[in-house]
């Protein structure tokens, strides 16, 4: 769709009377039209309402009139006219005001000298009727004309006993101007153009509401869709045309977005230097001496969207450039949709079947597409030639699982060739910008080079920002009102700027605009202004007409200010049917009720600063929205404002801030009314969503204990990739439980026994009151223990019930196992396994699969290898499992290898791993498959094990460098397809921290075992075992250095965890002796004051060195541990390890 000429009709009325129609259209009517333009029409709606916008010196010279025909001219082919009883201001011979007369005749002969001439003929006439001749004109063409004419009996009908004033006010002049009125329209009945009586603003509203749609529609009827971008090659016409209806939404969004931001009104002629500077970069593709990446950097509101809009438009080169601008619509924001956009305007058809990952891969369906649009885009890249814009970098998200994606930019080529340019651009200072400078200057990828925006130094560009864009709403103002806005010290901003011109634009009141603008030059912040933007919307529509008088002047007050601030508190937003219920359980009811009329005439007038998403949910647009949300929730000033936790999730941030206590306390208020709603509504994910979440921030942890235990929301939680697309909530479990064990007395491991139990109970007990089957068991229910129930559930609960029991006994078992609690985790799926009819092949894959992590994390290799070994035969049965198949045998068969190899039952590793390649060469991809790393990791360990029992040495190194290069492959992949900060990254390091230990390198050793210890303790619990093992192999390079101390304390660290976590004293017993042995070291270097300064030579290895020397056999490893695929992730960045070479580790052997 082509975007069109704004639709601008000129509004035609006398000012006095008609104040509350016009301030009724304005604040209701006109923000719909603009949507319906904006949205179906591919344009905007601009109404031309003069009751101020002639500026004193134009109406001192005379020009009223003719700047009145030029705006008609301008508007046409759309006029609205709204006639009462006053015929208008006009020229009376008889009249005594010689002034008013000679201001009259000036304004006639201006217009006529103007090239009105015709207006001669028209001295006796009012300047409304004046209007109406013009556009009634054939000159004028305006052939989309709406006359409204009020009742005559209007003023009684509102005022039964006007005073003088009132009658002044909405009466005729005189009863000469009543038959030049009463002509007036007569003459336009006449005519062929629609005439709508009406009796009061709301009437007039919604006939001039229909008459618009109709008229629009009709007048639009033959526009088909886009047609041409001007930046894009034609053939890309023919191309959108042949995307789904939902694709060519998308592309047009950004479409719009660029023409309405890049109009040359919005901000003038600023930024000319950037532009030229945005010319150079995406002109110089093929010259290898120029940065590929341009950064567009400056504070928020500076102009970088418009700026980068403006360009757009302006650009002109064969070379294709491709906008991308996030923000303007719901899908811009999420970073597969952004690579996705790109690659459908390149042509590129992204596949999207995908292939299903192994439990212990950590990922989920959007990951896979994720990776494969960020492949796609890497080849694009290397093989295309294009420009690339993204535009409002810091609002690019993700799921929370793939959320280093952004923080590493690992979807940007970490090589850009000459014949690609990309520009970004960002907000200065954000967690987006800090992220993409530090892993652009530190992680060797290809340069950039930053543009910094400083905003509008030139006063004289101020004034043509702020007089150009009240120009396209046809108002002007006073010389003296310009400088006083623009000389205000927040005037270098773009954004205030426009902010300001807006705020003029929707005021009525021609005698109070020098008033309004003191008010605004004396905000000292963006945020204070927003604060009184803010104070504005709550004026003017907070209240029904009979509820105007409770209003506070000095203060936010009412429904909006309540609805903003729901939306501010809430989760991930609210829609409209939440934000209306939310508010009806605060007591906006009966005659006080919010109506959806209401509301939408509210978002229609501030859509500009709130966020509709597709699915119906709005949120916040802006900071200075929020701040000013959050201002008037304390009812202080904005600079008090602390920063709240109500727009931070429980996953990104664990303790609460401080805050003053009036804010503490609406803080609760709102986030208790929330969570009171949503428990009132059916379960879905909207609410396991939002309601937990706000019994935490509202620190109510009994009653967020009360939804963690209930069944219903605990199977939603560990379920969660079944009912959203993002499997978020599981990690969100994690994090309440974290939140109420550090401020509660609650305990997972008691809280899921119980709730097995409670379940068992109900069920046996619901059970026999239906058979009537041996009804003492009844009697006997609350004295059981739960191995009795589980018992007694077998034999008489039905199949579907014993089928759910199964289910939650299954989920509790497998979350406790994930948080460390592995007793009570282990009998929990135990207790499942024996409920589970044998029959369903893929219920007991899943628990045995489960059981199998539990037992590898208690170290019971032996129990675990028989558990997958168990789990794969119930696979291999199944044959209703949603998952490939295939792939998940090959995820069983890692994690029993990786028992084998602990054991050191090399032989059937070796033949295990056989049977896994064979497997791994069905599959379609697999090499992307993170499960296939597992494999290589595995391999890579075997041949290390290998190498171990050969005397051999250029056989050792031969093995030795194989596996080292499979462990830099392994690693290369995981850190790119999980992040810097995960688990089985970690689990790389650590393997490598071995290796170098094991052939006599301890400070390569050490330095690998704290990069696995930094990110372990990162991104799992500080109690994990994986930690002590970090720990414990510390302790062991510092004992062999004569570091005594350290490494006492890695051993006493090792120590308190293992003893935490294990009830086996074997598990502790060889750290026991080795603290025992460094406590007495000690003791003695600190008695005789002996201290070594340097560490053994490391031994050499020779073709005589037995294998089971001390040189040539690893140290005994307690544990090697399989990926808990739900662990919780920390998005902090922190300084990044290089993998440590190749060459390194051959020359040690060497």
Known sequence: MEVRKPVCPFISSTFRDFQEERDHLVKYI?????????????????????????NKNQAQKGEVISLCIDFIKRGSPWFICLLGDRYGYHYDAEAEDEQAKEWFMKNIDVAAKEGHEWVRQCMSKSITEIEIEAALSEDFNCTQCFFYFRDEDYVYKKFPNPTEEQLKTYCSESEKSAKRLRALKQRIKDSNYKVTLFSSPL??????????????????????????????????????????????????????????????????????????????????????????????????????????????????????????????????????????????????????????????????????????NIEHFNRIVQEQTFVLAIDCLEALSSDSDHAHVLEDFTWLPSSIPDNCRIILTCTKGSNHYLHFKSNYNSKGKSNFVEVEIGGITDVEQRKAVVTKHLETYCKSLDPGQLATICNSHLSYNPMYLIAVANELRVFGIYEEVDKLIDEIVQAPTQDQLWFNIFKRWCRDYGWSDEHENTYRPNEPFGWVQDALCFIAMSRRGLSEEEILGALELIGYRDSSKVTTAAWASFYRAAQDSLIKEYTGIYSLAHGCVQKAVLCSVMGGSVDNLTTPLASAAP?????????????????????????????????????????????????????????????QYFQLFRSSSEINQFNTFKIDLFRYWDEMKQHSDHLPSETYKRMVKDELESAIRTSVEETMRIPEVENDLGTCDIERLVELASIYVPHDDIIKLTKISWLAGQFLGEICDYEPGTKLLQHAKILCPGKHSTLLYQINYSLGKVYYYKIDWEKARGSFIEALKELKKSSDSKWDTLEEQCALLNNT?????????????????????????????????????????????????????????????????????????????????????????????????????????????????KKALEIYEEVLSQDHVLIATCYYHLGMIYEEDRNWSQGLRCFEIALKIRQSRFTRKTVWLDIQRRIRKCEKLCKLQEENDIRSNSAPPPVTLTADTPPDSPSAVPHRRLERHILNPYQRYSLFDTDRQIAIPTSDLIEKVN
């Not at 009437?203 to 009827?221: I, N, R, V």
């Not at 790109?342 to 959007?366: F, H, M, R, W, Y």
Request: hydrophobic share 35%; proline share 4%.
């Open 30 to 54: 006109f923000p719909e039209i603009q949507q319906i333009c904006k949205e179906k029409y591919c344009t905007h709606f601009a109404p031309i309402d003069l009751r101020w916008g002639i």
């Open 203 to 372: 009437q007039l509203g919604e006939a001039l509401l229909s008459d618009l749609k109709q008229a629009l529609e009709e007048y639009y009827k033959d526009c088909h869709t886009m047609t041409h971008f001007p930046h894009l090659p034609d053939s890309f016409t023919e191309r959108v045309h042949n995307l789904a209806p939902e694709n060519r939404e998308m592309i047009l969004a950004h479409h719009i977005f660029e023409t309405s931001r890049g109009d040359s009104a919005k901000l003038a002629d600023f930024g000319d230097d950037i532009i030229t500077k945005l010319n150079n970069h995406a002109y110089s593709i093929g010259q290898s001496s120029h940065k590929p990446i341009l950064l567009l950097s400056g504070e928020q509101g500076c102009g970088k969207s418009t700026l980068m809009a403006r360009w757009a438009l302006q650009y002109n080169s064969t070379v294709p450039l491709i906008t991308h601008y996030i923000g303007c619509s719901t899908y811009s924001r999420d970073l597969a949709h952004t690579l996705e956009n790109v690659l459908q305007i390149l042509g590129i058809d992204v596949d999207d079947s995908t292939s299903n990952e192994p439990l212990t891969a950590c990922t989920s369906k959007q990951w896979s597409e994720l990776q494969d």
């Open 651 to 711: 996953h990104t941030q664990s303790k609460l801030c401080r805050m003053p206590s009036i804010y503490k306390r609406s803080h609760d208020f709102y986030h208790i009314q929330l969570a009171n709603y949503f428990e009132k509504q059916p379960t879905t994910w909207r609410v396991l969503e939002e309601l937990p979440w706000h019994w935490c921030m509202a620190h109510k942890w009994d009653k967020l204990h009360r939804i963690v235990r209930t069944p």
């Open 897 to 1009: 290898v990786s028992c084998l190899l602990i054991m050191k039952r090399l032989n059937e590793a070796d033949r295990i791993l056989k049977e896994t390649e064979e497997k791994y060469l069905k599959i379609s991809n697999y090499k992307k498959s993170p499960g296939y790393f597992m494999y290589l990791f595995n391999k890579s360990r075997l041949l290390v094990k290998r190498a171990n029992k050969i005397k051999n040495l250029v056989e050792k190194k031969k093995l030795l460098t194989e596996a080292v290069n499979l462990f830099e492959e392994t690693l290369e992949f995981r850190m790119r397809h999980y992040g810097w900060r995960h688990p089985l990254v970690a689990l790389n390091w650590q393997e490598k921290g071995f290796l170098y230990h094991q052939w006599g390198n301890r400070e390569q050793g050490e330095i690998c075992f």
